[in-house]
């Protein structure tokens, strides 16, 4: 008996909902290549009788009764942790019938993408306007903690059963971000997260009119969306199209395929795929001629895996320039395996490679031209246990600084250290406000420096990656 192999693509990792784990699969076919099914007369290797010696020595022995099937889970659990590829995973039947549920238009949860990296939990990215985004969680954030319990030895599925619940309630997590001394708790509180996907618009500016479309992340439909605003787009006339997927963590394999096939030509392949043995498969478009506009891409460190397909494709294929940060890095790619009661295996089994053959893990896509956003963009949220004030130095007061100096308002120094004029700074906030000047940030003070923090962030102007991408298309 034969069948052909069909490779599917985990082009995501796993985000926190109610409904179970969430991650982007398509199938994606590698030739006609043949596998062999065991026949009845396969003979069991011999390494595997001492497994079969430790089962049975178990189950028949053990001083206290064991469910069997619990130690077939865990034999399997071992082998693919022995691999040390966070991509690698095992499901059980229960998480199987989570995750497909999970495959909806919505699920509930915090709105964050989690991933495993040197054996490190980290969030690739938070989704727009989503409970983790608004309470300041970014991508690269290492978890180290969830409601006070350490994470040390959880997989990626007990973290993410952790962090997931119903709407309404409320998460603390506690993580570890570059340039903080102490972990930072972060409380969020769970919700519906709706998955729109491509969002649209046009901006006129001199005369042009750029299209630009963000995608947040690559679900079932996103392509058949995409490509109804890009002809909305288009016959509106623009002059240039802006290609937005920063922070978005990856999906479905064919969406991303259907919108590379809409710009990369048939000269060249718009991704490669490369086996345990060197072997590459390229995958080409047919389409003949490129689009009569410029078109650039925008990223971030929270754009990965199919993110990383469409800028790298777009980058190498036709040469369209990708402005902002350095991606994620994750280049892998993972075939299911179900395992015949429900269960499944993803086993990493291939490469992805861009269209000049390389191999981006661990490594990102880097912009052709790199764009910073403004400092107080990467401010941590605040922790306030007791008012800060004057002579006091920390991580939250290094923040605050970080934000008021962001909003105009001047507090001196950004390092931590909270001087006479800090408190000048804060008086003139409080003021602004209506509240009492203390000079001292309390809760009630910091819930508004966050606020009015946020408010700047989502103002357009001050989107510095954003205006980098506009006025490049606009002089081409």
């Known amino acids: 008996m034969k069948r052909k192999w069909v490779v599917v693509v985990m082009v995501a990792s796993f985000f926190s909902g109610a409904g179970g784990m969430y991650a982007g699969l398509s199938a994606w076919e590698v030739k006609e290549e043949k596998v062999e099914q065991p026949s009845p007369s396969y003979k069991v290797p011999d390494e595997l009788h001492k497994v079969q010696t430790a089962y049975e020595m178990i189950g028949d022995k053990y001083v206290a009764k064991v469910d069997r099937s619990e130690l077939i889970e865990g034999a399997i659990d071992g082998m693919v942790a022995s691999l040390k590829d966070p991509y690698s995973v095992y499901m059980d039947a229960e998480t199987v019938k989570q995750f497909e549920e999970s495959l909806d238009s919505s699920f509930e949860g915090i709105g964050a993408e989690i991933t495993v990296e040197d054996g490190k939990l980290l969030i690739v990215a938070p989704f727009k306007d989503s409970p983790a985004e608004k309470a300041g969680l970014k991508p690269k954030d290492q978890i180290v903690s969830i409601d006070g319990q350490s994470v040390s030895g959880l997989t990626i599925f007990e973290a993410t059963k952790k962090i997931r619940g119903k709407k309404g309630t409320s998460v603390t997590v506690g993580i570890l971000r570059s340039g903080m001394s102490k972990p930072l708790k972060v409380k969020v509180k769970r919700n519906e997260i709706p998955l729109e996907t491509v969002i649209a618009k046009m901006n006129k500016k001199r005369g042009q009119s750029i299209g630009i479309i963000e995608?947040?992340?690559?679900?079932?439909?996103?392509?058949?969306?995409?490509?109804?605003?890009?002809?909305?787009?288009?016959?509106?006339?623009?002059?240039?199209l802006l290609i937005d997927v920063r922070g978005n963590p990856g999906g479905f394999l064919l969406s991303v395929e259907e919108i590379l096939k809409e710009f990369v030509t048939e000269n060249r392949p718009y991704v490669q795929i490369e086996d345990r043995n060197g072997r590459k498969i390229p995958y080409f478009s047919k389409r003949e001629k490129v689009k009569s506009y410029p078109i650039a891409v925008l990223t971030d460190q929270g754009s990965a895996s199919a993110s990383e397909i469409l800028a790298g494709a777009l980058q190498e294929a036709e040469g369209y320039k990708i402005i902002g940060e350095t991606t994620f890095g994750k280049g892998t790619v993972q075939q299911p395996v179900p395992l015949g009661d429900g269960s499944n295996l993803k086993l990493t089994t291939h490469k992805w490679l861009t269209p000049e053959g390389r191999w981006i893990h661990h490594k990102g896509i880097r912009p052709d031209i790199e764009v910073r956003q403004p400092d107080y963009f990467y401010a941590h949220p605040l922790q306030i246990e007791k008012p800060l004030k004057l002579e006091m130095n920390n991580d939250s007061i290094k923040s605050a600084q970080t934000m008021l100096e962001g909003l105009g308002y001047g507090p001196g120094r950004t390092d931590g250290y909270y001087n006479k004029e800090t408190e000048k700074a804060v008086r003139a906030l409080q003021l602004q406000a209506e509240m009492k000047q203390t000079g001292m940030i309390d809760r009630e003070t910091a819930d508004y420096l966050e606020k009015k923090w946020m408010e700047e962030m989502n103002k357009e102007k001050n989107d510095r990656q954003l205006q980098a991408a506009l006025s490049y298309l606009r002089n081409k």
Do not use: P, V, Y
């Not at 947040?216 to 002059?239: C, G, I, P, V």
């Open 215 to 240: 995608i947040t992340s690559f679900s079932e439909d996103t392509a058949k969306e995409f490509k109804r605003e890009l002809h909305k787009l288009e016959n509106k006339k623009m002059t240039g």
